[in-house]
């Protein structure tokens, strides 16, 4: 080696140091005889973990029934409600309230509806049920507010009984009738309700109510009578 050296010229020399590295780190890159290439050390959960999950498709909801009316209102006779018994269609349906309050329902027969609202009506009849259905899921719509009335007399543009809404006010009701006609007295316009057995008169102050005064904005009762001379 040493007499190699000598024999060799100063610019041999230089090319081989520069070589050198590059001939020993491209060595080290080749896999060894008999032995397999490297592999991808990534782990396939950290491979998709990196990329961005899809979102996953939603399932449908299933079918729920529809939702009972509202647990304010008091249910009375002539009112037609729609029960519903979800997944039992044979006793499912539209359903009259007879003048003695109550109604038809299959398995059960008759059944007090009238003073209860659909909220209770519902859970009555869903506990009456279990004897017959596992775990009945019940709701009732009122379908036809027929026992609310109140009625308009006088100068309005629609005279005669009208389809009481729960917490229908004075304003509310003679706006359903049409408003006041061009010859109504609205200083003079007053209610008569039935209240314990006994008629009273009720004095309606419009014009302030009218401009906002909530107070004189009367609540109505079913049965009362507005009166517009």
Known sequence: MKEWSRTMKPESLLIVAFLAPVLFCHAQDQPAAGQPAAQNTVAPAAQSAAAPELAKPVAP???TPAPAAGNSYVIGA?????????KEPTLSGSLLVRPDGMISVPLLGDVKASG?????????????LKK???DPNVS????????????????????GPIGM?????????IATAGG???????KKIYILRQQDGRQQKIPVHYKQALQGDAALNLTLNSGDTIVVP
């Open 132 to 134: 017959y259905v596992q």
């Open 78 to 86: 002539t009112d037609v409600i729609t029960v519903t018994v979800f």
């Open 180 to 186: 006041l006609s061009e010859f109504a007295n609205a």
């Open 61 to 63: 909801n299933a079918a």
């Open 165 to 173: 809404t729960p917490g229908m006010t004075l304003l509310q009701a």
């Open 116 to 128: 209860k609202t659909p909220l209770q009506l519902a859970d009555e009849i869903a506990v009456a």
């Open 140 to 159: 009732i719509v009122l379908s036809q507010s027929n026992s609310k009335i109140i009625y308009m007399i006088g100068e309005v543009g629609k005279a």
